[in-house]
């Protein structure tokens, strides 16, 4: 059975981002710090880090956030950018301010381009973000894409075969699935996640894609009515769904 890990409550509720080891006692001597409902006065106290914690803890009379090793799905607006880099409102502000505080810190599964929308995850777990990302594993993204002009019929079969080279690379593509929606709609599964893929992959086949939307990675679907900018903590049994 895995080790139950354990640490001092000032040194757990610093790496949540709740504030300095020295900020957490004085907490704890104001009475803002409760464990299975009694005064927590020692910060020093070692307690057991279980998932269960945050049905168990409070901080100001609050809920302790999820321990170490959530995923988060965020139904990501139009606009806003997932890597510091790029400038711009980030996909991090969505979330509460102290996570960004945390350690280990929250990180994107892959990323969006700040003109795409629709399902990202977002982990502390870096475990879980490498076997998402790894090509060995061929997790699949869906995407539907609006077009600028008709799908002229052959783009299936394109890209199909697996021997598409985007521009400015040599190692093709993996194969990947399109359904036709309309004339000018259609969702594509690709295993890969390439600078661009999808936008590059209609512009080789002559035409531009006007609206990206990412609607299922492995068995995992947007949750139907998540609203742009919505969140949610994903369950193990719906961790387990990305592999499927
Ligand atoms: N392909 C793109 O072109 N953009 C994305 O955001 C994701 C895949």
């Known amino acids: 059975m895995a080790k139950i ?8 509720l610093s790496s949540m981002g709740y504030g300095s080891r020295s900020e957490m006692a004085r907490l704890a001597k104001a009475g803002g710090i409760t464990l299975d409902a009694a005064d927590l006065l020692d910060v020093s106290k070692r307690i057991p880090v279980t998932p269960d914690l945050p049905t168990r803890m409070e901080i100001d009379g609050e809920a302790l956030d999820p321990v170490a090793g959530m995923v988060i799905l965020l139904n990501k607006p139009l606009g806003m950018t997932c890597s510091h880099k790029e ?3 980030l996909v991090y502000d969505i979330l509460p301010a102290r996570w ?35 090509p060995k594993r061929h997790v699949k993204k869906t995407y539907r894409a609006k077009l600028a002009r008709p799908l002229d019929g052959t783009e299936g079969d394109l890209f199909a075969l697996g021997d598409l080279r985007l521009e400015g690379e040599t190692k093709p593509l993996a194969p990947a699935e399109l359904e ?3 004339e000018t709609e259609a969702l594509l599964s690709v295993t890969e996640g390439r600078y661009h893929q999808v936008r590059r992959m209609f512009a080789a086949t002559g035409n531009h894609v006007e609206e ?6 492995g068995g995992l679907s ?23």
């Open 5 to 12: 890990p354990t640490s001092r409550v000032d040194r757990l």
């Open 87 to 89: 400038g711009g409102a």
């Open 100 to 134: 960004r505080r945390r350690d280990p810190a929250i990180s994107t599964i892959g990323r969006l381009d700040k003109q795409t929308t629709g399902l990202l995850l977002l982990t502390d777990d870096g475990d879980l973000l490498h076997r998402v990302i790894s």
């Open 180 to 182: 036709v929606v309309s």
């Open 212 to 217: 990206l939307h990412r609607e299922r990675l």
């Open 222 to 244: 947007l949750p139907e009515g998540m609203a742009p900018g919505q969140w949610k903590l994903l369950s193990d049994e719906e961790i387990a769904l990305i592999f499927q």
